[in-house]
Structures are given as structure tokens and as C-alpha cells.
């Protein structure tokens, strides 16, 4: 269960209160007060990091990978990154 640890702490409790909700995310919607759409834009990002823990991909591949997830690098970027970082490891 380490995918859920690597979720932010805003993520697990989305997560917490899903299950609470019994998986409703017309609920969800109604208690964040944003529409169902935002909502389910949410939820596939939360499964594609669980999808990219589930990968076995080291830590630091995941964490960036996770960055593009949630807009925080763009793909490009993040896979530049990746590779510089395993060529410095490989030397």
C-alpha cells in the first residue's frame, strides 16, 4: 500500500472522503462545491499515480512523474529529467 503514502496529504483525504461519500462523486462534488467534472478530473489524476506506483519505477522517476500528473512540469521536461538523472547514476 506504499501508492497511498505516496499521494499528497490533500489527496488521501479526497480519498478518505470518496469512501465515506460510499464512491459517489455526485457527493463529492456537492461537498467541495465544484462541479462533476472537476471531481472526476481529480480522480483519474489520483489513479494515474496509483498506476505509476504500481509500476515499480524507482522513487525518484515516480516523484517526477507525479509533477507532471498534477501540472506541475510538462512531460518533455520531466523526461529530460528522468534521463539526465539515470545518466548520472549509470556515470
Do not use: C
Not at 498506476?51 to 522517476?61: I, V
Amino acid at each position: 500500500m506504499d501508492w497511498f503514502f505516496n499521494l499528497e496529504k490533500e489527496e488521501q483525504e479526497f480519498l478518505k472522503r470518496f469512501i465515506l461519500a460510499s464512491g459517489s462523486l455526485k457527493q463529492l462534488a456537492k461537498e467541495y462545491e465544484v462541479s462533476y467534472p472537476t471531481v472526476r478530473i481529480r480522480v483519474d489524476k489520483i489513479i494515474e499515480k496509483i498506476k505509476l506506483s504500481d509500476n515499480n519505477r524507482d522513487t525518484f522517476e515516480i516523484n517526477i512523474m507525479q509533477m507532471v500528473i498534477d501540472e506541475k512540469v510538462s512531460l518533455d521536461s520531466a523526461k529530460e529529467i528522468i534521463r539526465k538523472h539515470k545518466e548520472s547514476i549509470d556515470g
